[in-house]
């Protein structure tokens, strides 16, 4: 099963409305053995937010696995890109949930959408024959 749960930090909504989603995202992630893999959104040319350290860090406490989707790559120049990965590669590091690559994407360009679908595949693969 594939979740999509309301975003929280750089949202257009109101704190009031990003709270609640932020309520309910750490109530469905709470406690869930069977959970494989959270696929946590990052716009690339914001990286790591105020609101996404707090939510790393209890994917940390709780041993929950973590993939790092840089989202809106096309926004970027190349050379900024792989400078913005190594960036986020090296902060990442020091999270012990987190997924050791990240995956650079653009839905505007189709960049990065097949090796998401493919991590996610091999999620669901295992899944069967565990």
Known sequence: MLVDLPGYGYAAASKTRIKAWTRLANTYLR??????????????????????????????RSAVSFLAVLTKCDKLAPEALAAQTAALEKALAAHV???????????????GIEALRSHLAALATAERMG
Do not use: K, Q, W
């Open 31 to 60: 406690g869930r053995p069977t959970l494989r893999r959270v696929c946590l959104l990052l716009d690339a040319r914001r990286g790591i937010g105020a609101a996404d350290e707090p939510v790393m860090a209890a994917f940390d």
């Open 97 to 111: 949930a987190a997924y050791p690559t990240l995956i650079a994407t653009s839905a505007r360009t189709g960049a």
